[in-house]
């Protein structure tokens, strides 16, 4: 290796790349690549970062080296684990170049953690497949109950799984009952007895949901849950299936089958059962509402009775005998004004007949200036003929009566003169 100021000038012109060239051209190189296109690179988490975007930046390290790790924002949420440092992980993906910085990075679109390759393959064919069949399909999910009454669970017995449901269940509804089909969670027996498990709580026909559930662990651990049988089993009960395996990172393919996944054994409790206090706050709703409309009825019934006694009241008996009394009342008052006005017409007529009578009486001839004359025997003088000379006679007049004597021969009138008779 020479220093530069002894390399001396070739004859020849030497094609001179910019730094933006050079590293284009290796990133061409590393795209090109088959084997640097779908790589798996194993190694220890570090740096991690997580910014708004969404998009995840990491470096996979071993003892001696380190490599940049990008996972984008669409495929980062997908990922079925979360990424923590210090983790052990099997990154698949891509080889490029940031040509910003001139650094070579691993774009990753799948992770693992270290050690389980094997069995996560199987996993993403078996998922394939059971896929394929249409047994994770969305319509043939079934729903949940709103109040199961009974629940049956699918767990060990001696996990700390049944424990977290029972105080789950027995804090937000304590009504339900549970029918506990105990069984292994792990290892060879536990597909055969978590498969008859469900079964039996089918054939029962007393669980309205079954629960379906064991806490977490690794991806071994929870491999009982991926079984071809219990799979079907659990996409084939009758009873709606609620799956509560692992923590909420954890995916099985029990998990696509159930009708509903739960994040957690007590997440898959509380989706279960309603909240207690929740039906409390429910049932005082309909107890405000119950009091309101028997109000409203109560007020409208009363209204309704109250119009029926007014329409009965004037259909009784005695309702027509007060209407009769009110009646006779009337038509007394009425009896009397009438008597009281023919009387007084009576004692007007009478009046005007007693003026009559009176202006034709003889006391009011008398008063006129005429005399009424009778004779001794009391015989009414109407003619001269009846009186003689001599005779007595008596002359009324209008305030008394005059004793006479006739002294003369009356005479006679004839034609306006007067005879002797």
Wanted: proline share 4%; glycine share 6%; with cysteine.
């Amino acid at each position: 290796m020479y220093p530069i100021s002894m390399l001396q000038p070739t004859l020849f012109p030497v094609k001179t790349l910019s730094v933006s060239e050079i590293t284009r051209y290796l990133r061409e190189l590393f795209e090109s690549d088959e084997i640097l296109n779908d790589v798996w690179v194993q190694g220890e988490v570090s740096n991690l970062s997580r910014p708004a975007s969404g998009h995840v930046y990491f470096t996979l390290k071993d003892a001696s080296s380190a490599l940049k790790c990008v996972i984008w924002k669409q495929t980062a949420w997908r990922l079925p684990l979360t990424l923590q440092n210090g983790m052990a992980l099997d990154a698949h993906g891509g080889m490029s170049i940031y040509e910003r910085d001139g650094q070579y990075q691993l774009y990753v679109d799948a992770v693992r953690l270290t050690g389980e390759g094997a069995l996560y393959q199987e996993f993403l064919r078996l998922k394939a497949r059971l896929e394929a069949e249409g047994l994770f399909a969305a319509e043939r999910k079934k729903p949940l109950p709103e109040r199961p009454a009974v629940i049956g669970l699918v767990t060990s017995a001696s996990g700390a799984a049944l424990q977290d449901i029972l105080n789950t269940l027995r804090r937000r509804y304590p009504l339900v009952n549970v029918i506990l089909a105990s069984c292994a969670v792990q290892g060879e027996e536990a597909p055969p007895q978590i498969t008859r498990s469900v079964a039996a709580l089918n054939a029962q026909k007393e669980a309205q949901v079954i629960i379906v559930a064991r806490g977490g662990g690794s991806l071994e651990d929870l491999w009982a849950f991926n079984d071809e049988a219990v799979v079907r089993a659990i996409a084939g009960s009758a009873i709606p299936v609620i799956t509560g395996i692992g923590h909420e990172t954890d995916i099985t393919l029990s998990d696509f089958a159930a009708d509903v996944r739960a994040a957690t054994p007590t997440a898959a409790a509380e989706l279960a059962v309603p909240d207690a206090a929740e039906i409390r706050e429910q049932l005082d709703d309909l107890a405000n509402q119950m009091v309101y409309v028997t109000q409203q009825i109560s007020v409208g019934e009363r209204a309704r009775l109250q119009d029926y006694a007014r329409r009965l009241e004037l259909q009784s008996p005695l309702w027509r005998v007060r209407n009769g009394r009110q009646r006779v009342d009337e038509l007394q008052v009425r009896l009397i004004s009438n008597q009281a006005h023919k009387r007084e017409l009576l004692r007007s007529h009478i009046t005007n007949l007693q003026k009559r009578l009176d202006n034709l009486s003889p006391q009011a001839v008398l008063q006129r200036g005429y005399a009424i004359v009778k004779t001794a025997g009391g015989e009414l003088v109407k003619s001269v003929r009846q009186v003689h000379r001599e005779d007595v006679i008596d002359i009324r007049v209008s305030d008394g009566i005059i004793i006479s004597k006739v002294v003369t021969e009356p005479a006679k009138e004839i034609n306006g003169g007067i005879s002797d008779g």
